[in-house]
């Protein structure tokens, strides 16, 4: 597709694989808009990359949601690309008898329902632009899960599942559905994770900029590519790999 002169909308694009593919975009001549809940991460972000705009928000708030919406309507005449990027990444253990229920209804809101209920907020005035996008970030967790973040899991595997449905109902329009299935980075989210191999977002995000171009829809850099096709041959050897220590 084509990004110049596009107007994106990150979700939690005030760090992380969100601020690196800001900066590959406007790279591309794209207007990015990007979203948090931290007024402070926004504004460091802005002083590295001062073309960025910001809004804050909490993409669980609908309140918050709309505001954002309505701004993004008077300030920048719309979008042309949502990005559905904002994550949280909690682990569990089921057999605690004190599970934290708030904090897992949190998370199933922050990395499923959001990106849905903004999927379907934004959808009809992006069904009238030319050509649009909506690109959802899930995880190379999608196809198998690392089981010590169980509900982070269950709800990327579940984005995955609703962007394949998104984007066959949508076929035939302009809108075109993209996803990121992110490999392990080096960033805030998976700070406490001990493992070799984490990627630079800004990596990530120059290999989904070419995606996007190009118009490759299933985006899987590195490990991701490697996980979606060891879980097709061997799940349940990929399952214990994957969870290995
Ligand atoms: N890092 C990895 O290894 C990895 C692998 C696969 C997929 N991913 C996915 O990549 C995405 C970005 O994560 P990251 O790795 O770049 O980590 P990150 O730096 O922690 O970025 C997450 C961003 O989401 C924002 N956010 C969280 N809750 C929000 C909410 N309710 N409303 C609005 N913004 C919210 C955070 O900002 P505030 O706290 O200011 O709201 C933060 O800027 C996530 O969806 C994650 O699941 C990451």
Do not use: W
Request: one cysteine or more; hydrophobic letters at 40%; glycine letters at 6%.
């Amino acid at each position: 597709m084509n990004i110049n002169n596009t107007t994106v909308l990150i979700t939690g694009g005030g760090s992380g694989i969100g601020l690196a593919l800001a900066i590959a975009l406007l790279k591309e001549n794209a207007k990015v808009i990007i979203c948090g809940r931290n007024q402070q991460k926004l504004d460091n972000a802005q002083l590295q990359v001062p073309e960025l705009n910001l809004i804050q928000c909490d993409v669980v708030d609908e309140t918050q949601v709309d505001n954002m919406i309505e701004t993004v309507h008077s300030k920048f005449q719309g979008i042309d690309i949502l990005i559905n990027n904002a994550g949280i990444f909690q682990g569990y253990n089921v057999q605690n008898q004190n599970l934290p229920f708030n904090k897992i209804q949190q998370e199933l809101a922050i990395d499923l329902e959001a990106p849905i209920l903004l999927a379907a907020k934004f959808l009809p005035e992006l069904l009238k632009k030319p050509e649009a996008a909506i690109v959802n970030v899930s995880s190379g967790l999608a196809y198998i899960p690392l089981t010590s973040h169980p509900v982070y899991c269950a709800a990327k595997a579940g984005l995955h599942s609703f962007t394949l449905s998104l984007r066959r109902q949508l076929k035939g329009t302009s809108v075109k559905v993209f996803e990121l299935l992110a490999p392990l980075m080096d960033t805030e989210l998976v700070s406490e994770v001990k493992m070799s191999g984490k990627v630079p977002p800004e990596k990530v995000a120059a290999y989904t900029v070419k995606c996007l171009k190009n118009n490759t829809y299933q985006i899987r850099p590195g490990m991701t590519k490697a996980l979606y096709l060891m879980s097709r041959l061997a799940p349940g050897f990929m399952e214990g790999q994957v969870n290995k220590g």
